[in-house]
Every structure is written in structure tokens, then in C-alpha cells.
């Protein structure tokens, strides 16, 4: 063990003996990105509400998804993790949430298809409401407002009035996340997320594009494998496997006080486990580790994750691993690197060095939309398609080119036809953007981009 880890561990250490965790210790720590709540007798009774009402996630599910990422991190299984920047209350709607699995689930096919592993399904979802902010303020038409903090914690309308935190949106957010997994449930175990119906997952704007008919070839020998099957004489109706998926939630753990609200005892093992998401990851301006939101995610036992930004040294990527995973469970701890596709050849493998010469057994995920963010000539926040994929080639060569696993990716999309990432077979172009561009916060692929990028990750797996 290098003389770092050392340090880091000693240093973790000393954080750890400094107050026994609990969900509340941390409040000893400063915390970053955290509302002004004007009432604070009004949060107090909100999060004293949420702590009553039931868990939204079963303990049991968080535990299996560590096992599903344990394999991943083992390179038996590849992460897709997807979903919102930023989920809205105003457009949430039953055929919003299951046109978002529709392409999911698509992506996962073209996945496990091409590379003959399986896909560990986690959506940012049911409870992707805050937003952590790099200014306090915004400027919309001219006018200066507190920024837009996710519809947990305000309002994305243009007025003073719809800026000030309520914290009667952290019940709304409670309320819409059960919402969303009863939906998630059904559709996942329902029937719709049956093998034989690979066909209905694509979505009519997809279906009659070129990466929406390569999709159909696929399902198309989907079901010839089955009749195959079925043909030998296996009982498919018998295969639980065919029939349903597991599919999972996570969401940036950044409103400290809903989810210490949420945190409960894990019956079985007696363990703390937050119950708002099978998987909480800490963002990029709240992951120091001495902070709170690291405190916080330290522990509990569900899988966690850390962005990764460009400005992370192998020191400080160690001092979070020891102080997030001391006990080096694997699957519990998920890497997830952004940091531009210009700079990722550079800057990514001293940083797989440095952990794998710790032995922190961690999956390691690409995040190839944070660091490549950029404004168009209108004004408009976006990304390029062909910067979303050079992140990822990027993040496999820097793996090849170190010897380990390049273990998943972590996207924003929607299974809207919006128009707010530039590029992609349609080569959407800047002045298009205007079209449909409906996100309350960052610039997410369409579904037929998803679908276009999952191909082309597939075919990096495979090679
Ligand atoms: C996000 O995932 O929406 C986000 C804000 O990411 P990051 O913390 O990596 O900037
Ligand atoms: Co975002």
C-alpha cells in the first residue's frame, strides 16, 4: 500500500473518529448547494412527515443491485445509467416515464446483443429533482433571479417569487418518486418488459430511422432465438428471466436533509440504507471529502457513486475511495468520470492507475455529457453528439491502454423527441434547437440519438 493511501486513510480515519455516523452527523460538516429555506420550522415539519412515511425503495432491491454491480465491476456486466437531467413535476405523466424505459430498455438490448453481457438497468429517475448550481443567480431575459434548484427546492418560472425554496416540494418529490416506481414496477414486471414484446419498445420516431430499423433487425432475430427455443422444447413461459427486468433508481444525493429524512434501518442486516433510490451518487461541486454529502454517503449501504471532474488528482481520487468504500465491498462504489473529451486521454489513466494500485475494487462509469456542455450562438446550454462519443471512445482507450474495466455509462436523455443535443444521424443542427427544447436544466440526447449511441458503444464493447 503506497505512502498516499496511507495518508488519505489516516485522514478518513480522523473524520470517521471525529462523531460516530448517523443519519444526521452530517450536519457537524459543511455542506455545499444547500437551499436558504426561508421557514425553517416549515422544513422541519416536512422532513418530519417524510420520515414517517414509508421507505420508497425495499432494502432487498439495494442489496441485489450491488450484487448486479458487483459483477459489473468484475467485467461480467456493463451499467447503463440514464435518465433526466432533472425531472420536472410539470411533465410527469405515465407515458413520459414509460416512453424514457421504452428506450432504456432499447439501449440494453443493442447492449447485450452486441456484447454478450449483460446490462445493469439504473434509470436517474424517481427522485432526480435537485440541481447543484455553479452561481447563485441566473440571468433569464435580462432579468437577475436565484437560480433554478431542481423542482425539489423551487420553481424553473421566471419570477423572484417562483425562485424562493419551498420545502412543501420535498412532499411533491416524495410523493411523485412513489409515483414513478409504482409505474416503473408495473412496467418492469408487468409484461411489458417481456422478451416477446423487444418490437413495441421502439417508438414510432424511432421506428422508421436507420438506427430505429437496425433496432428491428435485432428484435427481429430476438424472436427467431425464441421460437428456436421454444421449439427445442424449452418452457419459456417458465423462464423468469424473459418475462421482466430489474430496473433501478438513483439520483444525485444533494439535498441532505431529504434523504437523512428517507434513511432507515435495513431490517434484515441492521445497517442504515437511504430508501429515496437503490443508488445515490455525490455530484461534482459536493464531493470534497471532508464535506457533508460525502459524510452522508459514507454510511449508508447502498451503492454510491462520485463524479469525477478534470480537476481530481489520483490523491484526492484515493481519499474519497478510502473514506466511501474502506471496507472495499465491490460493488459498492461507482467512479464516474467526467471530464471532456478533449482532456480524457490525458487525464483518465493516472486516475485508473492510482485505484488499481490501491485495490479499490470500484466500477468504473463514463459520464460524457457533464464535461462537454457547451452554449450556442442562440444562447441555448448544449452538446454535441460527436463530443458525447469522443468522451466515450476516449474513456475505452484510456481503459485498454491501462488494463482495466471500462464498466458503464451514465447518460441524460429522455424518450422525447426534443431537440437539444446538436448532431447524430438526423445531424440535428444548432438552429434546430428551438424546436423542442423542453428541459428545466441540462441539454439531454433524444431517442434516437440514445439508440445511435448505444450501437456505437456496442460496438466498442465488442472490440
Ligand atoms: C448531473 O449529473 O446532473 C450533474 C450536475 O453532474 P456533475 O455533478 O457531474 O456536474
Ligand atoms: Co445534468
Not at 134 to 151: D, I, K, Y
Not at 382 to 391: C, N, P, Q, S, V
Request: one cysteine or more.
Amino acid at each position: 500500500m503506497g505512502q498516499t493511501t496511507r495518508t488519505a486513510e489516516n485522514q478518513a480515519g480522523t473524520a470517521r473518529s471525529r462523531h460516530a455516523w448517523h443519519p444526521s452527523s452530517w450536519k457537524e460538516l459543511p455542506a455545499l448547494q444547500q437551499p436558504d429555506w426561508p421557514d425553517k420550522l416549515a422544513l422541519e415539519r416536512a422532513t418530519g412527515r417524510l420520515a414517517s412515511l414509508p421507505a420508497l425503495v425495499k432494502s432487498a432491491e439495494v442489496h441485489q443491485l450491488r450484487t448486479e454491480l458487483a459483477r459489473v465491476a468484475d467485467g461480467n456486466a456493463f451499467l447503463l445509467q440514464a435518465g433526466d437531467c432533472s425531472e420536472s413535476f410539470d411533465e410527469f405523466s405515465a407515458r413520459a416515464v414509460r416512453d424514457k424505459l421504452k428506450v432504456i430498455l432499447q439501449m440494453a438490448v443493442a447492449l447485450t446483443y452486441a456484447a454478450g453481457l449483460p446490462v445493469v438497468k439504473v434509470g436517474r429517475i424517481a427522485g432526480q429533482f435537485a440541481k447543484p448550481r455553479t452561481s447563485e443567480t441566473e440571468n433569464v431575459n435580462g432579468t437577475t433571479l436565484p437560480s433554478f434548484r431542481g423542482h425539489m427546492v423551487n420553481c424553473d418560472l421566471p419570477d423572484q417569487a417562483s425562485r424562493v425554496p419551498d420545502p412543501e416540494r420535498l412532499t411533491t418529490a416524495y410523493n411523485q418518486s412513489s409515483a414513478t416506481l409504482a409505474l416503473i414496477g408495473a412496467f418492469s414486471k408487468g409484461g411489458f418488459a417481456d422478451l416477446s414484446h423487444v418490437h413495441s419498445w421502439n417508438l414510432e420516431f424511432v421506428a422508421s430511422s436507420k438506427e430505429g430499423k437496425r433496432y428491428n433487425r435485432i428484435a427481429n432475430e430476438i424472436d427467431q432465438a425464441l421460437r428456436f427455443i421454444s421449439a427445442c422444447g424449452v418452457e419459456l413461459n417458465a423462464e423468469e428471466e424473459l418475462h421482466r427486468v430489474n430496473f433501478y433508481t438513483s439520483h444525485e444525493a444533494l439535498i441532505l436533509p431529504y434523504e437523512e429524512a428517507l434513511t432507515r434501518v435495513d431490517p434484515f442486516s441492521g445497517s442504515w440504507y437511504d430508501s429515496s433510490a437503490h443508488m445515490l451518487w455525490v455530484g461534482e461541486r459536493t464531493r470534497q471529502p471532508e464535506g457533508a454529502h460525502v459524510e452522508f454517503l459514507s454510511g449508508i449501504t447502498n451503492p454510491i457513486g462520485v463524479k469525477i471532474g478534470p480537476a481530481t488528482s489520483p490523491d484526492q481520487l484515493i481519499a474519497l475511495c478510502s473514506r466511501l468504500d474502506p471496507e472495499r465491498t465491490p460493488g459498492h462504489l461507482t467512479l464516474i468520470t467526467r471530464i471532456g473529451h478533449s482532456k480524457v486521454r490525458e487525464l483518465l489513466p493516472p486516475l485508473l492507475e492510482a485505484v488499481r494500485e490501491e485495490g479499490f475494487p470500484v466500477v468504473w462509469a463514463c459520464d460524457p455529457m457533464h464535461a462537454n456542455t457547451i452554449t450556442s450562438t442562440s444562447g441555448r446550454k448544449t452538446r454535441k453528439f460527436d463530443d458525447i462519443l469522443a468522451e466515450i471512445r476516449g474513456f475505452f482507450k484510456a481503459h485498454q491502454e491501462v488494463g482495466t474495466r471500462p464498466g458503464g455509462v451514465h447518460i441524460e436523455l429522455t424518450g422525447d423527441n426534443v431537440t437539444e443535443c446538436i448532431g447524430g444521424l438526423d445531424d440535428l443542427a444548432e438552429d434546430q434547437l428551438h424546436l423542442r427544447y423542453t428541459t428545466t436544466c441540462d441539454p439531454r440526447l433524444n431517442a434516437r440519438q440514445s439508440i445511435e449511441l448505444a450501437f456505437q458503444v456496442s460496438e466498442l464493447l465488442r472490440s
